[in-house]
Each structure stands twice: as C-alpha cells, then as structure tokens.
C-alpha cells in the first residue's frame, strides 16, 4: 500500500484474513516501476469525507496500476468505483470493512486486468491534450 493517506485505510482487519500488506508513506513519479514490481493488488481507497472523491475525482493511481496489468481496490458509490468495475480495473468496496475488504483483495488478486483498457482512445487523448494545451497557453 502506497501513498501519503496509507495510516487512514480501514486495513486493520485484514492480517486477519491472512493478507501481506507492506505498506509505504508518499513516493515520486519515478519510484513508479519500482513500488509495482511485487504488488498483486492496488489501493485507491480514500476518506469518503474528502470532497474531491465523493464529487467524482479520478485519483492517478488506479490507472498507474491498470496500465501495468495490475487491479485496484477503490471506493464504492463514486465515479472512481464505477469505472474500476465497468471497465473491469478492480473493484469498489465500501470504506470502514475491513471484511469487505480483505474478501476484495483476495477476489482481485486473481483478476485479469488489460492495460490497454486505462488508456484513452487515440481521439478522445487527442482532443484532451488539445484542450490542456489551450488552457496552459490562455
């Protein structure tokens, strides 16, 4: 488990279900490669209280991981949740079970995730850059 908020997940009960959590404070950009060699499973699980998650942020981390064949844990009842189950990149659990959410370690620890499906289309990344572009130059 990585990342600045890893002290607030809700894994208190998953050594219990027999899950190996190693867990890592704030990392950069390029430690990327190296924090995903040995990861079966990411977590994407933030604070529902947080506004930006309950109105529909998008957090990087679900689709670093699905971009190298790696499925995510995230929050239920989000946009986040939604995406990851559509577009079969992991699965939403519901913050505070850490039954729930050792179950959904194990489930996802056997899923098949396609890189290629946390990727952009060529035209819909296209027309984003474009648009980023036109912001920074305004």
């Known amino acids: 488990v990585t990342g600045v908020q890893t002290c607030a997940l809700p894994i208190s009960g998953c ?13 950069t950009h390029g430690h990327l490669d190296e924090l995903h060699e040995e990861v079966d499973v990411a977590l994407a699980l933030y604070e529902p ?10 957090p990087f981390r679900m689709f670093e991981a699905a971009s190298r ?9 989000t946009l986040m949740g939604e995406i990851a189950e559509e577009d079969e990149l992991g699965l939403a659990v519901a913050w505070g079970a ?3 959410l050792a179950n959904a370690l194990v ?15 060529t035209e819909q990344r296209t027309a984003w850059l474009a648009l980023v572009e036109g912001l920074i130059e305004a």
């Open 15 to 27: 050594e219990a279900h027999g899950i190996e959590l190693e867990l890592h404070g704030a990392f």
């Open 49 to 58: 209280g947080r506004g930006n998650i309950a109105h529909g942020a998008l």
């Open 69 to 77: 064949g790696i499925p995510s844990i995230v929050n239920a009842n």
């Open 98 to 100: 850490p039954a729930t």
């Open 107 to 121: 489930m996802a620890k056997d899923m098949e995730v396609h890189p290629e499906r946390a990727l952009l289309p």
